[in-house]
């Protein structure tokens, strides 16, 4: 049977409130076996450390603050955090962390002085990292420069950019491209960035639900469920199967996220 994983989902959040346990139900229904949680900050933790103890072997914890929720009191929420990560072993990555400058770029240090410290994290624990990054990319391809003999592994998610963009990223040789609804958007480039810059072999899906929602269900909230319709498109691309989609993607997600065979 083809099995999926879906890389990045935050089926912990309100939308998600009415009927998370059937979210999760439709998901399997759908071949996507494994769900990956990233945090959002402290708060998030309990909720999503929930659904892993309701849905054992489905569910798994990432921990991190996302860049949009560095806020005044970051350094307490990172303490917070790194004091969560150093007593549990049931995290599989650091994450959603990174830099965003989209919708305000005035905490652009304290962005990335909380990115480097969960970079740290990653570091010393040996955990891949799950990046997010918007109009921020010089930024980023900076910072991972700097890092670059860490041996760091990880995920950029949601990419959307350019051929050399993905070349520049893909230079970083443990990093996958998360690739999600986005790509079956009728003016996305990013199909032609793949075809001419990613090999099959460096990609991993995921929803980002409950936002992105890809075609034929975009304009709905998303879901891990609709991950075969992202597979359906990358098969066109890459001029296979979907089951070599299925496969190949979910070797790659397994190979960044060892621990999920471990759990």
Same mark, same amino acid.
């Given at each position: 049977?083809?099995?999926?994983?879906?890389?990045?989902?935050?089926?912990?959040?309100?939308?998600?409130?009415?009927?998370?346990?059937?979210?999760?139900?439709?998901?399997?229904?759908?071949?996507?076996?494994?769900?990956?949680?990233?945090?959002?900050?402290?708060?998030?933790?309990?909720?999503?450390?929930?659904?892993?103890?309701?849905?054992?072997?489905?569910?798994?914890?990432?921990?991190?603050?996302?860049?949009?929720?560095? *806020?005044?009191?970051?350094? @307490?929420? =990172?303490?917070?955090?790194?004091?969560?990560?150093? #007593? &549990?072993? %049931?995290? +599989?990555?650091?994450?959603?962390?990174?830099?965003?400058?989209?919708?305000?770029?005035?905490?652009?240090?304290?962005?990335?002085?909380?990115?480097?410290?969960?970079?740290?994290? *990653?570091?010393?624990?040996? @955990?891949? =990292?799950?990046?997010?990054?918007?109009?921020?990319? #010089? &930024?980023? %391809?900076? +910072?991972?420069?700097?890092?670059?003999?860490?041996?760091?592994?990880?995920?950029?998610?949601?990419?959307?950019?350019?051929?050399?963009?993905?070349?520049?990223?893909?230079?970083?040789?443990?990093?996958?491209?998360?690739?999600?609804?986005?790509?079956?958007?009728?003016?996305?480039?990013?199909?032609?960035?793949?075809?001419?810059?990613?090999?099959?072999?460096?990609?991993?899906?995921?929803?980002?639900?409950?936002?992105?929602?890809?075609?034929?269900?975009?304009?709905?909230?998303?879901?891990?469920?609709?991950?075969?319709?992202?597979?359906?498109?990358?098969?066109?691309?890459?001029?296979?199967?979907?089951?070599?989609?299925?496969?190949?993607?979910?070797?790659?997600?397994?190979?960044?996220?060892?621990?999920?065979?471990?759990?």
């Amino acid at each position: 049977m083809t099995e999926y994983i879906d890389t990045h989902t935050h089926l912990f959040v309100q939308e998600f409130d009415d009927d998370r346990d059937a979210a999760v139900e439709r998901a399997i229904e759908a071949g996507v076996r494994r769900l990956c949680l990233p945090s959002i900050d402290a708060s998030s933790i309990e909720p999503i450390m929930a659904m892993c103890d309701r849905h054992p072997g489905v569910c798994y914890p990432m921990i991190g603050l996302h860049p949009t929720d560095v *806020a005044d009191d970051y350094r @307490l929420q =990172l303490r917070q955090m790194h004091s969560l990560l150093k #007593e &549990s072993n %049931r995290f +599989i990555a650091i994450g959603e962390v990174g830099l965003d400058f989209y919708w305000d770029d005035t905490r652009k240090e304290q962005q990335i002085e909380a990115f480097e410290t969960q970079i740290q994290w *990653a570091a010393s624990t040996g @955990l891949p =990292l799950v990046i997010h990054s918007r109009s921020s990319f #010089e &930024s980023l %391809r900076d +910072i991972m420069e700097k890092h670059r003999g860490e041996q760091l592994t990880g995920i950029f998610h949601c990419f959307s950019g350019t051929p050399d963009e993905a070349r520049t990223l893909l230079g970083f040789p443990g990093f996958m491209l998360g690739i999600g609804g986005t790509l079956t958007y009728k003016k996305s480039l990013l199909p032609q960035t793949l075809a001419e810059a990613v090999p099959l072999d460096r990609i991993v899906l995921e929803t980002d639900s409950p936002y992105l929602a890809p075609v034929p269900k975009r304009g709905r909230r998303n879901e891990s469920a609709y991950i075969p319709h992202i597979a359906a498109h990358l098969a066109t691309i890459y001029n296979c199967s979907v089951e070599h989609i299925a496969h190949t993607t979910t070797a790659n997600a397994l190979k960044i996220f060892p621990k999920i065979k471990q759990l």
